[in-house]
């Protein structure tokens, strides 16, 4: 496949009326290797945050082995794309059917759950034909946990709180010979503080369980750049996780993973808009609400923007974008810094849409089409490409 040098290239060969969107393998290969070799345990990909099959085999190939999948589709799609890899069904609510067929269609062992409820649904799914209880269960007891660190908060849906979850901990060891705790501390954490209030509460439920833990497993939300959110060196979590983890009372082998989603993805894409009307300090582009550009409307994130013309010359001024479709709600906010000159038929490179991005494009009023293609520049921010690292006299993280 042809590989452009940057989206200025692919601009000028393609002159694109839809949008287009820019693949960088190697800016997901890079985030994979450093997951692998830094983080002081095993890391998931959490396939929903890009399903994309390509990707999927880029983190495989990259030493990405387990993946969480969070419904049928996408144990489906998993083992089809990556079958040497281990399945995670990480999703606390599932359908019988669904558990029946991830266990005894595609060899899934693990399944998080937070009721007794679900742990009878995957007891009963998992038997064998003669009823027989499955002796390989591999079970996660979810706990709910603060989300006041992240950007996007994940704490009111999922997660056993702390007065039943001792007992349901209990409950679910007397069905497993391996046992875990997981939980989520919110999309972009913005502090590894997050991470220490989590496994506070993971020591304070395993010392009232009475319960040997054969692995935690402290989720996602592990962050990336984006204008007005500069996260601290990933290093400074893994550092401060792997301090308390060591500190819990646990099995003498018991081990460490995480769930990353958006640190794997999200410089993996970017994508190409096209300005088809300018209103003042408004914009409309070919994509938005219903398209790549999802939480840009909704969460009002704010993505790094790029103008691809040579001829732009006037100072960056703050704009808002319009989506293509004929509904008010596809409004993103912003701001948007860009030159104050732009206008219709100017290109946009709107970066960092590796997660939720790509994955949120609907065929919304008739919209949705884009072309992808890959280029060989840097993404528009990065973790890992060695611009971010602290001196070694910074490089402290506190316990406190």
């Not at 000028?12 to 997901?28: G, K, M, S, Y």
């Not at 994309?52 to 085999?57: G, H």
């Not at 395993?206 to 060196?233: L, N």
Request: charged fraction near 25%.
């Amino acid at each position: 496949m042809h590989i452009y040098p940057n989206a200025t290239a692919v601009v000028r060969d393609l002159a694109p009326d839809e949008p287009v969107i820019l693949n960088r393998p190697q800016a997901a290969a890079r985030a994979a290797r450093f997951f692998v070799e830094k983080f002081p345990g095993k890391s998931l990909y959490a396939v929903k945050a890009n399903p994309s099959p390509e990707l999927l085999r880029i983190l495989f190939d990259n030493g990405i082995t387990h993946f969480d999948v969070a419904s049928i589709a996408e144990v489906r799609l998993a083992a089809a794309t990556v079958p040497e890899a281990t399945l995670c069904f990480m999703h606390p609510v599932k359908t019988p059917r669904a558990i029946r067929e991830a266990y005894h269609q595609h060899g899934v062992k693990t399944f998080s759950l937070d009721t007794p409820e679900e742990l009878e649904k995957i007891v009963e799914a998992c038997r064998d034909e003669q009823g027989n209880a499955a002796t390989d269960l591999r079970l996660l007891v979810r706990l709910r946990v603060s989300s006041e660190h992240a950007e996007l908060s994940l704490a009111s849906k999922f997660g056993a709180d702390l007065g039943e979850a001792s007992e349901l901990l209990s409950l679910t060891r007397q069905h497993c010979d391996w046992m875990g705790i997981c939980f989520h501390v919110g999309s972009q954490a913005m502090s590894p503080f997050a991470y220490v209030q989590a496994l506070d509460r993971v020591r304070a439920i395993i010392a009232d369980a009475s319960v040997v833990i054969d692995m935690v497993d402290v989720g996602g939300g592990f962050p990336s750049v984006y204008p007005g959110m500069e996260p601290p060196p990933l290093e400074d979590y893994f550092k401060i996780i792997h301090q308390h983890f060591y500190a819990l009372p646990i099995a003498y082998n018991a081990e460490l993973w995480c769930e990353p989603g958006r640190a794997l993805c999200a410089e993996y894409s970017s994508i190409i808009v096209k300005v088809e009307k300018r209103r003042g300090d408004e914009l409309y582009i070919n994509d938005g609400a219903y398209g790549a550009l999802y939480d840009a409307a909704h969460v009002a994130w704010r993505f790094p923007v790029n103008a691809l013309e040579d001829d732009l010359r006037d100072p960056l001024e703050d704009f808002s974008f319009f989506g293509p479709t004929c509904d008010d709600a596809d409004f993103m906010q912003g701001p948007f810094p860009l030159p104050g000159d732009i206008q219709a038929g100017d290109y946009i490179e709107i970066g960092m849409l590796g997660a939720y991005g790509a994955a949120m494009k609907t065929g919304f009023n008739g919209f949705g089409d884009a072309e992808q293609v890959l280029v060989a520049d840097e993404p528009m921010a990065s973790l890992y490409d060695g611009s971010r690292e602290r001196p070694a006299a910074d490089n402290v993280v506190s316990l406190r």
